[in-house]
């Protein structure tokens, strides 16, 4: 699992995560996960070339999307292959981190 | 829509030395690092029985949260206790998982399945774990056995 990121305009952190999100990945990513929780209020999490999510990989989207908005700030998902999005769907965590399959409408929703 | 499959008592069992014929049986030891062989597994029956990709998605999803819950739950951590996953591919189309291990008794499917996440202050991710094998599996049995516990999981191919 591989984490990338890339500032965007109006202040808008992009998140890259490529690869497996399951129990390994989720322990790849979670410290750069909380780093980023921690100091960014506008964070676009980039998902396209996740092929895998796994329910602990939940959490490593859960707990810092919930941080971000502690700190007033707001998370949103963009591009999940079908079937990640079905995960996230089943689990309800579309209706707390909303998906996006267009960039614009994405950064929209952070503005 | 979760339904009943035939199950044999011969084609798994922790203690006998029954191999199914078309079985493949993969034995693991507590420890979540353990879980990092299932995927390559997969991949291997995939190529070998034609698993669709979305199939293989979902029995890699249901398998890494079973295991990921009895190894953290079941054997509450404890390392080096045995699990043993055996796959069967009864017909056409169908693909079957059966996970034994020697963990206290516990039925899965009787768990009462938490109501979907309302708000991220209710951040119990583990809970999803019921809700995810009933949308991803096509059927689901529960066995008590007198050493532990047997699940068996089917999964239909879907392109």
């Known amino acids: 699992m591989a984490i990338s990121t890339e500032e965007l305009a109006g202040g808008i952190t992009k998140v890259v995560l490529e690869g497996r999100l399951d129990i390994e990945g989720a322990a790849a990513v979670d410290l750069r996960m909380n780093v980023i929780a921690g100091s960014k209020k506008a964070v676009l999490l980039d998902l396209r070339n996740v092929s895998f999510l796994g329910s602990m990989g939940l959490r490593s989207l859960v707990a810092p999307a919930r941080a971000i908005r502690g700190r007033g700030g707001k998370m949103v998902i963009f591009g999940p292959n079908e079937l990640v999005e079905k995960v996230l769907k089943t689990s309800g965590i579309d209706a707390l981190i909303p998906i996006h399959h267009e960039l614009d409408s994405a950064m929209a929703a952070l503005q | ?159």
């Open chain 2, 1 to 159: 829509m979760i339904v009943r499959v035939p199950y044999h008592e011969s084609a798994c069992s922790m203690t006998a030395n029954a191999t199914d014929a078309t079985g493949e049986r993969l034995i693991l030891q507590s420890g979540i690092p353990q879980l990092s062989r299932i995927p390559p597994w997969i991949e291997h029956l995939a190529a070998k029985h034609s698993i669709p990709d979305n199939t293989q998605f979902a029995i890699d999803l249901c398998l890494e949260e079973v295991l990921s819950n009895v190894m953290r739950y079941g054997y509450s951590g404890e390392l080096d206790r045995p699990i043993v996953v055996l796959f069967t591919n009864p017909r056409d189309n169908f693909f079957v998982f059966v996970i034994e291990d020697e963990a206290p008794p516990f039925n899965p499917l009787e768990a009462r399945e938490l109501p979907v996440l309302r708000s991220l202050d209710e951040l119990r991710v583990g809970g999803n774990g019921i809700r995810l094998l009933r949308e991803f599996a096509q059927s689901l049995e529960y066995q008590a056995t007198p050493t532990g516990n047997r699940l068996i999981i089917g999964f239909a191919a879907a392109d």
